[in-house]
Structures are given as structure tokens and as C-alpha cells.
């Protein structure tokens, strides 16, 4: 018997935590259809993986690139995930789709989602289900899971109205939500820190979960606060950790609906608010071990992507473009954002500038505000503001002191090591500015230096949150898995060179150790590089 296509002599890391074993793998119409322990197998095509581990190829369980899929180059700007191993992004995070969408909707989409992309997009699909047929007429380079967002469809049911919904509202949304899962969404999403997730009580999103509930789809939240203070809670100090408070709240919640809920990036943000993290992970065991279907998810850095307004607090953005310019506004605002900056142990020089929108100010792309403050000899302050008044506040930043920072980071470690931690990206990729090193490293940095030199678990244990651990939280059959029957989507790597080499210097360095990635059954990247082999990915329907 001839394959189409085999993989001889690897070691299978099969993604369930079992030990590794030297296999051979025969591939026909792109599944996994036999697998050998003792002869190597014949095929039309042969890969030799002696000496690597084949596992199945990463999911990125967070990811922002259903704002890039729909542009007509955008393997070119996604390609750095497959380069880590990743074949399956699951999109649609934080509150915000692209679908279902309208005329109306799609300025207030567009405002929101500029932070997570450089060209606009015509909204040309109304539906999940539309939006999702637009995607594969078109082709995918990776395979795609959407969920719906919340955000999406509030500004869909409401509008610009930041109230509590009416009844009618209220029930406009619970529609959206039951035909966006039968339209092939994994399940729903909100951003809670984020207009206009930010304006959602709690008995509204428990009458959405219900409707999540009922379809055993998954519940994925970016929480109100991710800090021990924060603008959304009162009193600012004193009191139970807003940290812990917003997750306290969002347990409460999945008990209440009985929802599956995925905790969004669970980061520690300022120095202030590392020593919050056992309390918060010991909240999490508690209410799993009392029944409540929860897990997390986490990329392995103490820095993150966002936008230069995301410190300001929520009256300064309401009229940004008056505040900006308003001598009284910004005194107001610079005591504020020191109380904060003191209070989080978040300084200016713990924020990158990554893309400016400007122009004139491109020379200052990589630099932190402590530094661009040197170089335009403004105390940093100031320095800040300018550079959030130059490009409207849509500058792009790199913030620092996530759950760590330089050699601390206890807990980020503690989240990484925590077998309910899937990873994942949550990277905004660009072809403009200074790059985020989630874009490149987030996998290879998990197996390199958190499993083989730091040892927090096993390859094995790496690769089951890698794989199988994230698909059997969304509901993906035939995937993360080696096994027969499965898709042969697929990473062959070197388990002793496999890492992450991003340093601030260098962002976008390429992975080590990865040699080849399979979607489909058919090689999308080998040795580093591109194989043409158009786009293979599955756009993944519920
Ligand atoms: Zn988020």
C-alpha cells in the first residue's frame, strides 16, 4: 500500500499527555489514516523525521486575525504563525466579530477593530454563517474557529446606546447569539474592559450565557479588570482586588448559566498586582473543583499589545480629540494616570512604542516613553501625550509588567505551569511599525524555555495544551490529536532546539527547531520557509 503522503521514524507526542513513541504516520486526503510502530510506510511522498517529534499542530485559543483573514494578502501577514507551529486560530475574541454585521454597524466594528489592523475591510457578508462561507470561497491560509462577539452584537441591538437594553434589545441579542452558534460560531465572546462590553451588567450577560449554555458552547472573557486597581471598580483602594473581583464575577456567572468559560488572557498587570496571583488561581481551583467548567489561557511573555489610549480613563476618551488639546483635562488627567502609575507599579518606561501612524515620528518606534521623552527632551508625561494626540490615540504599544517582568515573574510561571492554561497569541500582526514577539515566538518560547530549560511540565504536558486540551474546550472533533481518522495537521520539530529567539532588539526573529507544518496533510512551511501550496487551512464550523 502506497500513501499520498507519510511521515517516517518520528516521535509521536500524540497530544494527550501520553508519553512519546517512534511512529510512522500514512496520510491519504489529508487525515491521518495509518499509523506504524514497526515499518516505516511507503508514500507517493516521503517526510523523514528522524530524531524530531511530530504533535499536532498548535491552536493559537485566542486569536485577533479574523480582522486580517478577510484582506486578500493576508497569508503573507499571517505567516509567522504557521512558522511556530500553529494550524488553528480561534478568532473572534474579546467581545468583537466581524459578523453578523450591517451598514450601520460597521463604522462602530471599524472603530474598534483599527486597533487590530492597519486596512479596512468591506463588510460583505451580513451573517456568521455568510461570513464564514466568505472565508472559504476565498481560502484560508490556517484553519479558522470564529466565536461571536458580544460587543458585535450590542452595537448591532443598540447601537451607540451605552444603557442598560430594553426587554426588546435584550431579546434582539439573544437571538443573534443562538443563530450565530448554528451558523457555524464556536461560541461567544466579550470584552468587558472595552466599549461596549464595558456597559453590560451582569444579568444581561447571564440571559446571553444562558442562550451560550444551552448549545454547550464555549464562554470567552476579557475580564473587567485585570489589576488590583482599575477604573471600573469602586472604591479604588480598599477592598477586595478588582483583579480578583472580576474573576470572582465571572465564575459566579458560568455557575449561574452553567456556561464553559475560558478565561481571556489571564495576565497580573503593574508590579502592585503580582502578589494577587495565588488568590486569583486559588479562586479558579475552588470553583472547578465545585463543578464549574473553567480554564484559562496565557502567552508566555510579560509584555502585550494594545493601543496608547488604553491607560486613559474613560472620561478623557469620550471626547478625546477636545480633552487632548484642553490645558484643564490634561492636569486632570497627568494626576490621574501618576495615582494609577504609582498604584500599579506601571511606569512610562514599561511601554513600547510599536507603531506611531505617523511618519515623522517612525524614529521613535521601539522605543520606551521613558526613553522618547529623552529624545524629545519632554518629561515623559508629555512625551506620551504627544504621541497619543499626533495619531489620534491609535498609536500602537507594547505594554510591559504583565505578570512579570525581566527575571521576576513568578506568576507568570504559576499561570503557565497551571494545567488549565491553554496559549496562546493574542498578537495584533502588522506589516507596519515594530512587532509584537508573540507573533513569532509564543509556541517555541512555551516548549523551549518553560518545558525543556525551565522544566515547569513535560513536552508531553506542552503539547496537550497545546492541542488536544483547547479543541476538547471548543468542541473540535477529528482535531488535536495524532489518530487515526484525525486531520493530519501537523509539526515536526527539533525537541532540543526548538525556541524562541525574539529579544526587544529583535521582535521578529524566527523560531529554531521547527521543520516542518502540515494543514490538511499537505506541507505549509518547512525549514523556515514557505512551501506554495495555496491556502490549506479549514474554515471550522460548529
Ligand atoms: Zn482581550
Not at 478568532?91 to 486596512?119: I, K, N
Not at 472565508?135 to 452595537?155: F, I, K, M
Not at 488639546?325 to 506601571?346: A, Q
Not at 532546539?497 to 532588539?505: E, G, I, Q, S, Y
Amino acid at each position: 500500500m502506497e500513501f499520498e503522503l507519510v511521515v517516517n521514524n518520528g516521535l509521536v507526542v500524540d497530544g494527550t499527555g501520553a508519553p512519546r513513541y517512534r511512529a510512522h504516520l500514512g496520510i491519504e486526503k489529508g487525515r491521518i489514516v495509518a499509523i506504524s510502530r514497526d515499518q516505516p510506510l511507503a508514500g507517493r511522498t516521503e517526510l523523514d523525521a528522524t530524531g524530531l517529534v511530530v504533535a499536532p499542530g498548535f491552536v493559537d485559543v485566542h486569536s485577533h486575525s479574523d480582522w486580517i483573514l478577510p484582506l486578500a494578502d493576508h497569508d503573507e501577514i499571517l505567516t509567522p504563525l504557521v512558522m511556530q507551529g500553529i494550524t488553528t486560530v480561534v478568532a473572534g475574541q474579546c467581545g468583537f466579530s466581524p459578523a453578523p454585521a450591517t451598514e450601520e454597524v460597521a463604522p462602530l466594528l471599524d472603530g474598534f477593530s483599527e486597533m487590530l489592523r492597519e486596512r479596512a475591510f468591506a463588510y460583505t457578508w451580513r451573517t456568521m454563517s455568510d461570513f464564514l462561507d466568505v472565508l472559504e470561497s476565498q481560502g484560508v491560509l490556517l484553519n479558522t474557529a470564529l466565536l461571536v462577539g458580544h460587543g458585535t452584537l450590542r452595537y448591532l441591538a443598540m447601537g451607540r446606546r451605552s444603557g442598560t437594553p430594553t426587554e426588546r434589545e435584550l431579546a434582539a441579542m439573544a437571538l443573534q447569539v443562538g443563530q450565530a452558534l448554528e451558523g457555524g460560531a464556536w461560541g461567544f465572546s466579550a470584552g468587558l474592559a472595552y466599549a461596549p462590553g464595558v456597559f453590560a451588567g451582569n444579568p444581561e450577560l447571564l440571559s446571553l450565557l444562558r442562550v451560550v449554555a444551552d448549545r454547550a458552547a464555549l464562554f470567552a472573557v476579557h475580564g473587567r479588570a485585570y489589576s488590583w486597581v482599575s477604573p471600573l471598580y469602586r472604591p479604588m483602594i480598599g477592598g477586595t482586588a478588582h483583579n480578583l473581583r472580576s474573576v470572582r464575577e465571572l465564575l459566579g456567572l458560568a455557575r449561574a448559566s452553567g456556561v464553559k468559560l475560558q478565561l481571556s488572557h489571564q495576565i497580573f498587570v503593574g508590579r502592585r498586582t503580582w502578589r494577587t496571583h495565588r488568590a486569583v488561581l486559588r479562586e479558579i481551583e475552588t470553583a472547578a473543583a465545585s463543578g464549574v467548567d473553567v480554564a484559562m489561557d496565557a502567552f508566555p511573555y510579560t509584555v502585550g499589545n494594545s493601543t496608547i489610549n488604553v491607560v486613559f480613563p474613560d472620561w478623557f476618551l469620550d471626547d478625546f480629540e477636545r480633552q487632548v488639546d484642553d490645558p484643564g483635562s490634561l492636569r486632570r488627567l497627568k494626576r490621574e494616570m501618576d495615582v494609577l502609575r504609582l498604584g500599579l507599579g506601571l511606569d512610562y518606561r514599561d511601554i513600547t512604542l510599536l507603531w506611531a501612524r505617523r511618519p515623522e515620528l517612525a524614529e521613535l518606534e521601539g522605543l520606551d516613553f521613558a526613553a522618547i521623552g529623552r529624545r524629545l527632551r519632554q518629561p515623559p508625561f508629555e512625551a506620551y501625550m504627544h504621541v497619543a494626540r499626533a495619531s489620534q490615540g491609535r498609536a500602537r504599544v507594547l505594554l510591559g509588567t504583565y505578570s512579570g517582568d525581566g527575571a521576576r515573574e513568578e506568576p507568570l510561571r504559576a499561570v503557565l505551569a497551571h494545567p488549565l492554561c491553554a496559549f496562546m497569541t493574542d498578537t495584533i500582526l502588522t506589516d507596519q511599525g515594530v512587532h509584537n514577539p508573540a507573533s513569532f515566538g509564543t509556541f517555541p518560547r512555551v516548549l523551549g524555555r518553560y518545558s525543556r530549560e525551565l522544566g515547569l511540565f513535560t513536552l508531553e504536558e506542552a503539547v496537550r495544551r497545546m492541542t488536544s486540551w483547547p479543541a476538547a474546550r471548543l468542541g473540535l472533533a477529528d482535531m488535536g490529536g495524532v489518530a487515526t481518522g484525525h486531520w493530519a495537521d501537523l509539526v515536526l520539530f527539533d525537541p532540543e532546539t526548538v525556541a524562541d529567539h525574539t529579544t526587544p532588539d529583535r521582535p521578529d526573529a524566527p523560531p529554531s527547531g521547527i521543520h516542518a507544518v502540515l494543514i490538511s496533510g499537505r506541507v505549509v512551511a518547512r525549514d523556515g520557509k514557505v512551501e506554495q501550496n495555496g491556502r490549506c487551512g479549514r474554515v471550522l464550523r460548529r
